[in-house]
Nanobody, 118 residues
Framework: QVQLVESGGGLVQPGGSLRLSCAAS????????MGWYRQAPGKQRELVAA???????NYADSVKGRFTISRDNAKNTLDLQMNSLKPEDTAVYYC????????????WGKGTLVTVSS
């Protein structure tokens, strides 16, 4: 089993920045790709950014050029640097990790709330 704990959420003004972090523990050797997802009130959860174990990244069109995903395999952490935040970025942000060998096996954190408002 893998446990994921997110941190770094909060209230920020439009145009501001936040950095989210996700700490993994447990059977971290089983982790493959990781990613950040978000769910806004009344909407479905969506992919924000993902990164493979080798470091390949992909982003949702809505965050390209503003968000940067990174991971430190030695420290078992996943980060999301969010710049130029917009009110529509307001959501609960979740960390997800895929099992490197078994497709369909994944792990989720409990989420951290990001609110972008003046």
């Amino acid at each position: 089993q893998v446990q994921l704990v997110e941190s770094g959420g909060g209230l920020v003004q439009p145009g501001g920045s936040l950095r989210l972090s996700c700490a993994a523990s447990g059977s971290v050797f089983s982790i493959g790709a990781m990613g950040w997802y978000r769910q806004a009130p009344g909407k479905q959860r969506e992919l924000v950014a993902a990164i493979s174990s080798a470091g390949s990244r992909n982003y949702a069109d809505s965050v390209k050029g503003r968000f940067t995903i990174s991971r430190d395999n030695a420290k078992n952490t996943l980060d999301l640097q969010m710049n130029s935040l917009k009110p529509e970025d307001t959501a609960v942000y979740y960390c997800r990790a895929e099992h490197r060998r078994y497709s369909g096996v994944d792990y989720w954190g409990k989420g951290t709330l990001v609110t972008v408002s003046s």
